[in-house]
Structures are given as C-alpha cells and as structure tokens.
DNA sequence: AATAAATATTGACCGTGGTCATTTTTGCGA
DNA sequence: TCGCAAAAATGACCACGGTCAATATTTATT
C-alpha cells in the first residue's frame, strides 16, 4: 500500500466540509440539509455518506472544531480570581452552545462519546476542556479540598443545567450568568468565604 | 360549549396511548414507529399528528409518566442519612434513565421545558424532582449553608452529568454510582466531614 | 327534523436522512 | 500499455416523520 487514502478522497471530504460550512455561514447549523451539502460539492448522495457515518458525524466535527478554537482563547485566560471571573472567561464557549437550539441538542448527545467505542470531536473536546480548567481552578482562589479535575466537571455539569434551564423561559443572557455564577459560588468557593 | 372536546377524541387518544405503550413494552423506546402505533389504533396517520404535536411529544408524554411513577416512590423514602442512601434511593429513578440512550436524548432535550412556552410533562417531573427533593436533603446530615432547592438542581445536574459519561464506556452499574457518590460528597457534604 | 358551524378523521403526498448494487476511477504489476 | 483488483463515487430507491385539502362526524340552533 502507498497511503491509507487517496488524495481523491481526501479533496472529497474537504469539498463536502467547505460546502457545509458555507452553508452553515449563510444561514445555520439546524439549516444544513445534506442534500444541499452535496449539491455544493458537486458530488453524489452516497458520497457524502461514504465519508461521514451520518450527518451528526458531519455536525459532531464541525461543533467539535468551533468548540475547540473557543477553548484556545480560554487556554489564553489567565487562572480567574472570582467566579465572577470564570464566568466571563467562559463567556464566548457558553455563548455558542447556546447559539442555537440544534447547537446545545447536538452537543448533549455527544459530549459523552456518542454511544460509539470512538470517542468524537465534541467529547474530546470536552475532555480538553476538563484537562484545561483544572490547574486553572487549581491556580484560582478556589476550594483546595477537592481533585480539581472533579470541581472542573461540576462546572460542566452546571453549564449544561443551567443552558438547559435557559432554553426553557426564553429569557436574555442575564439570567444565564447569574445562574452560572451561583452554581459556581456554592461549588468553588470554600465555605465560610462570605464575599461572592 | 359543553366540554372542550369530544368523548370520541377522548378514545382515539386513549387508544394511541395504549398502542404506543404496547409497542414500547414488546420492543422498546426507541423502535417505536408512528405508523405501527397507528395501525394497532386502527386510525390514519394525520389522525396521530392531530392528538401528538410530533413524536417526540408523544414520547415526553409516555416517558413523563414512567419517571413520574419512578417519583413517587423517591418520594416514599425517608430522607437519607448518607450520600449512598441518597444514591441507593435514587437508583430506579436513575436506571430508567439509563434505560436506552434514545430515552436518556429524550430526557435530556425536555428536561428544560423543551423550547416550548408550555412546560411539558417530562419538565415537569423534573420541577416535581427539585421540590421534592429539596426537603429532603434539608433533613439530611447534609451542608446548611445552602438553598436546599438549590442543592436538589445540582443532584440532578450531577445525574445528567454521570449519566453522560456512562453512556459513553459501556461500562456496568457500578462506575455510575461510585461516581454519583463522590460527586454528592463534595456537593452535599459539610467540608471537614472526613468520612465519607 | 333540517341546517349550519365546529370539530375530528382521512390518506395521498412530501422532505429528508440514509442504503446499496452498480459503475467509474485509481494504483500497480507484468 | 494493458489488464485487474481495490477504492471511491453514483443515483435510484427506501423508511419514516410530518402536512394538508378534502371528507365525515358531532354539536348547536331554529
């Protein structure tokens, strides 16, 4: 054998992910129809289906990749002095899984690996996302009492409760915020600590 | 006007109820098809979608009963004297959850009201699962120095988050409830409480 | 009882995700 | 340069959720 693939098949792939994203751009990710998908990259049906397991696995990649570059700009931030602080940090990544109802229902049913032995790029996001928060907790003013790889995965489990909550009354971000920030108080924030 | 509907659409959804809780109890949730449930009712299809806004309502329905039922039983025991009381209490409840993953996604998509101004039933199991919890924990050795409702929404947002991983490895019962107690350690306990 | 208005039911039809036997393209050894 | 086997692409086809104009049934009015 020479390579695994052909470059046939990988100009392929990269054609159908630059349509879905165009697609994605002019209107949005619950928008993208497949068959548009495909029209786009001047290929068949059954193509698109030879290069992804199905159109989660295309969504799964490309969440997973906007989700990843968000995650970059919270690596930059420096270890946050208040829950008031790491709220803000995790403004612009909150902000896009809310960005759409699809968005945030895509990201739930794969932030676990997605039922499949392989873990997909959402749930290896989240992973990155654990291993990159706990120093920062660590490093913050935070409880001392607690693995910080444990308290970054409550702070996870509190952002998808309170995004799921948010979803519901369709409020603005205020209520989001302050939800997060009260979560994040009682979790983080060793006992006694009166000042929020 | 007499009453606000028909006695004949009182029956024809009764028996959509029962031919779709049939169908579910001889093969499960998720294999659940629209036009078999319609066959067994003996009705036409435009009929199930004049009774069931989508399937996914109908499933927020039957499901919302089930976790309903599972309630009242949580609602039986006497508070727990320890987080693996609290786990041990929340078990059913729990594995129904984790019954199929197509449940699990159902779950999880209207647990927060559901994009709907009307709050459906599953949503309100879990506004039933905060209230009633709440007092619970309030009577148990657990941390006062919080919003006991408060308490309950980080439970249940401690279940979704375990429940997330563990349909991720295969992995049996245990690892989930091993892991649900070392969450409710943190979250329930007094720090300095050394025992577990 | 006759008629009209409101409500419920019907089923042909559609959109869209996904399949698969067949055909085309590619890489490679002779 | 000519097969030939493996890989990739094709597009007709299917499954299934959901729609809607037409029809049937019930209720209210006289």
Redesign the interface.
Known sequence: MTQPVQTRTLKTRARLLEAAREVISETSHGALRVEEVVRRAGVAKGTFFAHFKDKDALMDRLIGERMDLLLSDLEACPPPQSTADLVRDLGPFVAFMRSE?YVF?VI??Y?????R?E?GPI?ATFERFILLLAPKLAAAPF?K??DPA?LA??V???I??A????????HSDDPLDGRLE??FD??LL??GGATA
């Open positions: 109802r229902d739930l049913r932030s676990g690996a997605a039922a032995e873990i749930a409880r009492d607690a444990m995965e409550g996870q489990a509190f998808f409760n995004l799921g909550l948010s979803f519901c009354a369709l009260a979560y009682l979790w060793p006992p």
